[in-house]
Nanobody, 127 residues
């Protein structure tokens, strides 16, 4: 059974930093695409960052240069380092993993490409 558990969210002032962690079980980090998504109240879920099995990374324009996705295969964990946070970054952040054989492909930062999801961790950025 695949489980993704996010942690590291919290409240921070604008300009601050947070590192989100996604601890994975039942699935090998690095075996396929994994991504970070966010959803603010009243808005659709948005792809923030993704990493391929080959090491390529993808970011939505609004976070380029501020967010970095990485993985620790020894710990089977994926991270999202967030810096220079802005109030508009406030959202619930979700970790996702692609099964590869079950999920259709819509692109690395499209939620429909991913079949495994965590429960989310809240990030609140105050001005």
């Amino acid at each position: 059974q695949v489980q993704l558990v996010e942690s590291g969210g919290g409240s921070v002032q604008a300009g601050g930093s947070l590192r989100l962690s996604c601890s994975v079980s039942g699935y090998t980090v690095g075996s396929n695409y994994m991504g970070w998504f966010r959803q603010a109240p009243g808005k659709e879920r948005e792809g923030v960052a993704a990493g391929s099995a080959g090491g390529n990374t993808y970011y939505v324009d609004s976070v380029k240069g501020r967010f970095t996705i990485s993985q620790d295969k020894a710990k089977n964990t994926v991270y999202l380092q967030m810096s220079s946070l802005k109030p508009e970054d406030t959202a619930m952040y979700y970790c996702a993993a692609r099964s590869g054989y079950r999920d259709s492909w819509f692109g690395p930062t499209k939620a429909k490409s991913y079949g495994y999801w965590g429960q989310g961790t809240q990030v609140t950025v105050s001005s």
